[in-house]
């Protein structure tokens, strides 16, 4: 059963900190600013747990991928390929958001991020999800500044028995009318009180969805499959637990990026020991290694083309912590980490081709970003209204890479070869970049009443820029369009002297929890200096048809601002013999500018309300769901985004469980609404088919009916 458990903003860390009362003091030290200027903040809504019970689960969540148990946590998503959505806090996306997959830190290696983080691990793999948007605390994870996912897959399971037994094991299947996908999943566990071993794969096949019109929205197919396979021994003091994972994509379309997926094949291990020092707490060391190896070119008549491009990325890491009792109301938490990432990204020659050969295109060449950090947290409770948390975080980051070469030095029509000029001045720099990160944060929880609590935080947290950001050193129309993981049709080029993003935050939430209401209203507000975005340095227009210019740009550091409110309610009306009966709604808003122009930023989540009803009668829940999302007006004028009208749908669900089987029914969409994604980018791949429209934004998907059946052994 799939169980959602909303806890208080600091208890739910499950973490302890550091620095106590002097936290404060060396948080305005270090930023005097951070009084005079509100800093950005956290959603209290996505401060809770989601816990995904495998072996008797009746949500459909568990097959497919991550997206939509993450949705229900207030993450939105850029729509991206079928599994490679990425993630979007408090309005900030990508590497902003520290995304930990059971423990391990996976770098996008790919210059669209066509392999994010969250693109590795199947829904029923998952145990468990956290997150926490804008305060995180430091030991949840550092080089971010818009919050941390943690995603626990990595939680064996013992018994009592002392031989190794059958203990748990599912077998789910699923189908999605309006893309045609089908999905199967499969769960084993044998244990014993010191022994456990278990399996989990997943494989999803998927065509090209259609949208309100009946219209297919062209190269959003996929197909993937992923494979995990756990080993742990305990006795009474330790455990170590060994986890391989590997996944396969042969193909998965990209409708908003200018090239797709054409293989994705990952290999991973994680091994994490536990020893419990009684009554002087928990030791903890995890090493951590995946590799990838990722081509992007083009599968289908959907979108067509021919240019390869080959990337290989390497990430390995260790987390040593500690977890120390000070006295029964104060825990000091201390750490150690470090993470190397390794990037290679060509793009070989094409035989015949004047332009791309005779040379193969060296994008990035043995990239390395190695990170080390230390930091400390201290969480106590000072007395039975109030409680505390505080925390100091270092991180020393350097990042590198070594020469490049263009497809050919040649000039073309007696005209200067950009590429060529750009890779010799590329090499004649001195690449390394070092950046030294702070991270400071403040959590305090006043008990207002039995019912009522006042949440607070504040922090000083700071993410330094990636390869990409750095090191994309292209000029020609053909070589930045192929950076960028926005959906925005333009090109990026590299910039080596970014300095680090640095963003002050401050929240406030309010929670009230009675018998049959709750309510939950979050505040924030964030301040980031030397916030990375683009600059417009050129522009182009490959059909030559008026209105169908996109432009070039290069990262820069501007300042930026960003606030936004979130209100959650949930109420019981009734709970007699025809079942339970409640209603639960939120709304939320987000604003984001560049201080230099007051500009809008860019995918910034118009204002969206959802409105629910549920029933529950013994093994039957019902609900339905009522989502309206307002007209996008706001939009980034340098990077050419769309606006979209205001939408609203209406979705419709039904599961009941009977003995070990659990069947869903659901109907998405029910009224066949046309919307388009107002985070979804312009889709280049209707622009290949036919140009006469320009660039238009991504539709959503039309009406779907949706089942699934899942049954335990």
Not at 53 to 68: I, K, R, V
Not at 435 to 462: P, W
Request: charged letters at 15%; glycine letters at 8%; one cysteine or more.
């Amino acid at each position: 059963m799939t169980t959602r458990i909303t806890q208080p903003l600091i208890f739910n860390l499950n973490l302890s900190c550091t620095l106590s009362s002097i936290s404060l003091a060396i948080l305005l030290a270090i930023s005097p600013q951070a009084v005079a200027a509100p800093l950005n903040a956290v959603n209290t809504e996505t401060i809770e747990r989601l816990e995904v019970h495998g072996q008797q689960s009746n949500n459909n969540d568990l097959l497919g991928s991550a997206e939509a148990l993450l949705t229900q946590q207030g993450v939105d998503f850029s729509q991206a390929g079928g599994v490679s959505a990425l993630p979007i806090l408090n309005g900030m996306m990508g590497d902003r958001i520290k995304i930990l997959i059971g423990g391990s830190d996976i770098t996008a290696s790919c210059a669209n991020q066509m392999n994010p983080p969250l693109s590795y691990i199947s829904a029923n793999q998952i145990v468990s999800t956290q997150v926490v948007a804008g305060v995180s605390p430091v030991s949840a994870g550092g080089d971010n500044i818009a919050g941390v996912i943690k995603i626990n897959s990595l939680q064996p399971i013992f018994n009592n028995s002392d031989d190794v037994i059958w203990q748990s094991g599912n077998v789910s299947g699923g189908y999605t009318s309006v893309s045609d996908t089908t999905l199967a999943a499969v769960n084993a566990t044998v244990a014993s009180k010191t022994f456990s071993v278990s399996y989990q794969g997943s494989y999803e096949d998927a065509n090209s969805y259609v949208d309100g019109h009946g219209n297919t929205v062209l190269d959003t197919l996929y197909q993937s499959q992923n494979h995990a396979l756990m080993a742990a021994w305990q006795d009474d003091t330790q455990e170590l637990a060994i986890k391989l994972t590997h996944q396969h994509i042969p193909f998965q379309g990209f409708a908003n990026q200018y090239m797709d997926m054409t293989n994705n094949d990952s290999v991973g291990a994680v091994v994490r020991y536990q020893l419990d020092l009684d009554n002087d707490g928990l030791f903890s060391a995890q090493v951590n290694w995946h590799r990838v190896e990722h081509e992007m070119g083009f599968f289908s008549e959907e979108k067509t083309g021919k240019m390869p491009m080959e990337t290989t990325g390497k990430d390995l890491s260790y987390q040593l912590h500690w977890q120390l009792p000070i006295d029964k109301d104060a825990t000091l938490l201390l750490g150690q980490e470090y993470y190397l990432y390794q990037l290679d990204d060509s793009w070989p020659a094409v035989a015949g081709s004047t332009m791309m050969s005779p040379y193969d295109y060296i994008n990035i060449n043995n990239g390395e970003r190695k990170r080390a950090a230390v930091f400390s947290e201290w969480q106590q409770t000072l007395d039975s209204r109030w409680w505390l948390s505080a925390g100091i975080r270092y991180e020393y980051v350097s990042t590198n890479a070594d020469e490049v070469q263009a497809y050919n030095t040649m000039s073309m029509m007696g005209m200067t070869n950009v590429n060529a000029a750009a890779a010799e001045a590329f090499n004649a720099l001195e690449r390394q970049r070092d950046d030294h990160i702070i991270d400071v944060t403040l959590l305090m929880r006043y008990q207002l009443s039995d019912s009522e609590t006042l949440e607070l935080g504040l922090a000083r947290k700071g993410r330094a820029p990636n390869l990409y950001e750095r090191y994309s050193w292209g000029q020609s129309t053909m070589a930045t369009t192929m950076i960028g993981w926005y959906g925005d049709g333009n090109g990026y080029i590299g910039n080596p002297d970014l300095n680090q993003e640095t963003a002050h935050t401050l929240s406030a939430v309010y929670k009230q929890i009675n018998d049959d209401f709750s309510l939950t209203t979050t505040a924030w507000y964030s301040d980031i200096i030397d916030y990375i975005d683009a600059n417009v340095v050129g522009s182009f227009n490959s059909s030559g048809l008026e209105g169908n210019s996109r432009n070039i740009l290069q990262f820069t550091n501007v300042d930026a601002t960003l606030y936004g409110a979130k209100l959650d309610a949930e109420y019981q009306l009734a709970q007699q013999t025809s079942g339970k009966w409640s209603i639960t709604a939120n709304v939320s808003a987000t604003h984001g500018e560049r201080n230099d122009t007051h500009q809008p930023l860019y995918q910034i989540k118009p204002l969206q309300t959802e409105l629910s009803m549920h029933h529950k009668l013994g093994d039957w829940q019902n609900s339905l769901t009522w989502q309206w999302v307002a007209e996008k007006d706001r939009v980034d004028n340098n990077r050419l985004e769309n606006t979209s009208d205001s939408y609203s749908l209406l979705n419709i669900s039904s599961s009941i469980t009977w003995q070990q089987a659990t069947i869903t029914v659901a109907v998405k969409n029910l009224l066949d609404e046309y919307y388009q994604l107002p985070l979804g980018g312009v889709s280049i791949a209707e622009y290949k088919a036919d140009n006469n429209n320009g660039f238009e934004q991504i539709a959503g998907a039309g009406r779907s009916l949706e089942l699934s059946v899942n049954y335990s052994f």
